[in-house]
């Protein structure tokens, strides 16, 4: 089985803009949760998606949302970008919803300038 | 306050030592986990515990939920388990994370 892709992998933005990034779970898992980490925060959690729905939200501001496909794809959107934001934004799969093993994907490396 | 407390923060090992590293947690969780990130940000999930010991091949997780403390033992360190691990509760649906034990192992 294929493990959970991220793309873009590297992603330069300015301040102010928006950015969307992307995440392919794992074939058959229906559950994917966003991650940011940071070197002064550590990692951090955004959300959880499942079925299309969002089930779990951290404590971000709503710059931060996201979405859930009908085929298990998420996306996540960070509009009006600050400097804070530059991170790495990991999002991880699993089969069902809540505490279950999560898959992780690479990551999206964001800088913002 | 952190929800999760890591340690020792760094950690630097001969190989073949055994390697312990801590994690307490303050709130009441329904599953812990043991995570490896390697340079270069990919995460490994290595174990998930709600009570009780798992092990897997030299690596052993146990945790005391009466006492909130989990540890990871790794068993004839090698080289190849340089890397930072990182300790994750999960409380009311939400997953808290420890800052991270940065391992390195000298051959």
């Known amino acids: 089985k294929a493990g959970v892709t991220q793309t873009p992998r590297y992603l330069i933005k300015t301040r102010g803009q928006q950015v969307t990034l992307s995440c392919s779970p794992i074939s058959g898992h229906r559950s994917v949760s966003w991650y940011q980490q940071t070197p002064g925060q550590g990692l951090q959690f955004l959300f959880e998606y499942f079925s299309e729905t969002q089930r779990n939200k951290g404590n971000f501001p709503g710059r931060f949302s996201g979405r859930q496909f009908s085929n298990s794809r998420s996306e996540m959107n960070v509009s009006t970008l600050e400097l804070g934001d530059s991170a790495l934004y990991l999002c991880?799969?699993?089969?069902?919803?809540?505490?279950?093993?999560?898959?992780f994907g690479p990551g999206t490396r964001l800088t913002v300038t | 306050k952190n929800e999760v407390e890591q340690s020792p923060q760094n950690l630097t090992a001969q190989e073949g030592e055994f390697i312990t590293i801590n994690c307490s947690y303050s709130v009441g969780i329904s599953a812990l986990h043991w995570l490896q990130q390697h340079p270069g940000g990919g995460i490994v999930s290595l174990f998930m515990?709600?009570?009780g010991k798992k092990k897997h091949g030299r690596l052993i997780a146990t945790i005391n939920i009466q006492e909130k403390h989990s540890s990871l033992h790794i068993t004839a360190s090698h080289p190849r388990d340089s890397a930072v691990y990182i300790c994750?509760?999960?409380?009311?649906?939400?997953?808290?994370f420890g800052t991270g034990t940065s391992l390195t192992v000298i051959p």
């Open positions: 994750a509760v999960v409380a009311g649906n939400q997953f808290y």
């Open positions: 991880a799969s699993s089969i069902l919803q809540g505490n279950n093993e999560q898959y």
């Open positions: 515990l709600s009570s």
